[in-house]
Nanobody, 115 residues
Framework: VQLVQSGAELRNPGASVKVSCKAS????????IHWVRQAPGQALEWMGR????????KYAQRLQGRVTFTADTSTSTAYADISDLKSEDTAVYYC?????????WGKGTLVTVSS
């Protein structure tokens, strides 16, 4: 199982960013993809999850309205789209999936929000 994420991004405040997570080694539609982020010096924060089978999503309340998760089953790729970026959104963003009772993680995508 592998989750391969897109590269680091630098954005201005108020902009948007889209992070990708390409899955392989298992049936993409069989497991949720979760998104988690870690800001500098902070604990991991669960952002939400998507069911790639039907696109159903659940978001952390504090991010509701600014984050959109999508999944492309033709490429086994999940996306996290974060809009209206703020400096406090600077973090490493991770995707993960539980496959056969084991969690697999992407290596993370650093998103820096700075003017």
């Amino acid at each position: 199982v592998q989750l391969v994420q897109s590269g680091a991004e630098l954005r201005n405040p108020g902009a948007s960013v889209k992070v990708s997570c390409k899955a392989s080694g298992y049936i993409f539609t069989s497991e949720y993809i979760h998104w988690v982020r870690q800001a500098p010096g902070q604990a991991l924060e669960w952002m939400g999850r998507i069911d790639p089978e039907d696109g159903a999503t659940k978001y952390a309340q504090r991010l509701q309205g600014r984050v959109t998760f999508t999944a492309d089953t033709s490429t086994s790729t999940a996306y996290a789209d974060i809009s209206d970026l703020k400096s406090e959104d600077t973090a490493v963003y991770y995707c993960n999936a539980e496959v056969s009772k084991r969690y697999y993680w992407g290596k993370g995508t650093l998103v820096t929000v700075s003017s």
